[in-house]
């Protein structure tokens, strides 16, 4: 009995992907505007626009150049910081069923930390392993950080 109540239990797939953009500072013209983290999903390349502005020219550049068939990016930022010193990292992305987690470590400064206030940004590239061509709820880590419902076609 044990073993058909194991098999009914969702299956979690860790998602491969790479980190394609960083920035801890911004750059004072192309920052995302808000206080608190928040991820964007790009799914096709007339999608690349949403983030337009919120990025670095070169993210913005790359996001454009992605093969959508084979992958999806994500977006996340840290949101406005009083100094310097705060960062991100994506750690993990976890798929199961409709549900795609991004499991993000949020950097704090040190004792010391640059007197600027910044906005952190990263920009990953995620590979589409399984089915795809839903609509899937993304969040970020555990504690819903941040969500967001997309479409991703197929492969």
């Known amino acids: 009995?044990?073993?058909?109540?194991?098999?009914?239990q969702p299956v979690k797939v860790e998602l491969?992907?790479?980190?394609?953009?960083y920035s801890w500072f911004g750059d004072g013209e192309n920052d995302y505007?808000?206080?608190d983290p928040k991820l964007m999903?790009?799914?096709?390349?007339?999608?690349v626009t949403a983030v337009e502005g919120l990025i670095s020219f070169d993210a913005y550049n790359q996001l454009q150049k992605i093969d959508y068939k084979k992958y999806f990016s994500i977006v996340i930022f840290h949101g406005w910081r009083p100094t310097?010193?705060?960062g991100l990292e994506v750690q993990q992305i976890i798929r199961e069923q409709d549900l795609?987690?991004?499991?993000?470590?949020?950097?704090e400064?040190?004792?010391?930390?640059?007197?600027v206030e910044t906005s952190p940004y990263l920009v990953v590239i995620v590979e589409k392993v399984g089915d795809f061509?839903?609509?899937?709820q993304f969040v970020l880590n555990e504690d819903r950080v941040s969500t967001a419902k997309h479409f991703i076609p197929q492969k």
């Open 1 to 8: 009995m044990l073993a058909g109540m194991v098999a009914c």
């Open 16 to 21: 491969p992907f790479e980190t394609i953009a």
């Open 33 to 35: 505007p808000g206080e």
């Open 41 to 47: 999903v790009v799914a096709k390349a007339d999608e």
């Open 84 to 86: 310097g010193g705060y």
């Open 100 to 107: 795609i987690t991004i499991n993000v470590r949020f950097q």
């Open 109 to 115: 400064p040190g004792v010391v930390a640059p007197a």
């Open 133 to 136: 061509g839903k609509e899937f």
